[in-house]
């Protein structure tokens, strides 16, 4: 007999939008359903990006168990297809301890091929990721981009220029294949098998989400985001390295332009000016924000709900339409 489907909550929402503190209200507390949450946020992987990531505290992760989080170095990749395959055995692994898996955050394109399936691009050979990064180095992002944009303007549209793994990724697909990576996405609204999607969308006026962003990037330097920064950067990591490209930590660096530590190998520095990271680091924010609202609108079935500042409100919503799914 085949197992019967998981049932996962799949709850997500822009940036600031209030997930952290209505999954606290919603789950592990006396009385109610208990719950373990599968973070859907591709930079909370990473390890020592606290504060501008917007983690859960460890009280809060004490309260309501919290997975794929904190399980990579910044300088290490993680992608869809790591994410999708350690999505797949915490749900299951959770629902077998009676609990409802909830996977949630902001990354779309995550939440995309969780719900839908991978993509079947080809895997690439060395040799030609090999070239790439040669040619990345001695051209510069610019110029790869600009020949992806001949080549996959699907793809060029999406991937910002500072991306590098996700350009690189492109371009060897196209250059093994013959084809463009966006010609081996998934298309189909047909959801995969094996789990039983509940799909909630949270919601919010965009004068109001954006009031929150600023706000929430005034409380992350007010927690100390430039030590943080200070603290990665110390240890090594720039934006050279995957973790360090993320909205909140790329806008502190800025191109080094002492000839003498350019020679001894040291192509970045911390931006003096702690005002205007925070200004840049707000927009930046706001500018995610909207390109998030527009991809989570192409996601099949998603029951939208707004959210509020009353937590308990928008929770007895939410509960409400899981009773009715």
């Known amino acids: 007999m085949e197992a019967s489907p998981v049932t996962v909550l799949v709850l997500f929402g822009p940036t600031a939008s209030g997930k952290t503190r209505l999954l606290l209200e919603l789950f592990n507390s006396p009385g109610k359903l208990q719950a373990e949450v599968i973070s859907a946020d591709s930079m909370q992987v990473y390890r020592g990006m ?36 350690l999505a797949d055995k915490t749900c299951v692994e959770t629902a077998s301890r009676g609990k409802l898996p909830v996977v949630s955050g902001g990354t779309g394109f995550y939440l995309k091929n969780f719900i839908l399936g991978l993509s079947e691009a080809p895997s690439c050979g060395a040799a030609v990721r090999g070239q790439l990064k040669q040619e990345l180095a001695e051209k510069g992002s610019a110029a790869l981009m600009e020949e992806l944009a001949l080549c996959d303007l699907v793809s060029a549209g999406r991937i910002h220029i500072n991306d590098e793994y996700r350009m690189l990724r492109a371009l060897e697909v ?15 609204n047909v959801k995969r098998s094996g789990f039983n999607f509940i799909i909630i969308g949270l919601s919010r006026p965009r004068e109001e989400l954006y009031r929150r962003i600023n706000q929430r990037c005034d409380d992350m330097f007010n927690l100390g985001l430039p030590d943080e920064v200070r603290s990665l950067f110390d240890a090594g990591y720039t934006p050279d390295d995957p973790g360090l490209r993320a909205i909140g930590y790329r806008e502190f660096f800025i191109k080094e332009d002492d000839e003498e530590k350019l020679s001894a190998g040291k192509k970045w520095k911390l931006s003096k000016d702690i005002e205007g990271v925070k200004a840049l680091a707000a927009q930046n924010s706001r500018r995610y924000a909207k390109r998030q609202i527009t991809f989570f609108a192409g996601l099949p079935d998603v029951n939208w709900i707004e959210a509020d500042d009353d937590h308990a409100k928008t929770a007895k919503l939410i509960l409400d339409k899981i009773k009715i799914l």
């Open 174 to 188: 196209y250059r093994s294949s013959g084809k463009p990576l966006s010609s081996f996405e998934v298309n189909s």
């Open 50 to 85: 606290d504060i501008g990531t917007a983690k859960p505290s460890a009280d809060e992760r004490r309260r309501l168990p919290h997975h794929l989080i904190d399980i990579r170095d910044p300088n290490e990749q993680f992608n869809a297809g790591d994410f999708v395959r």
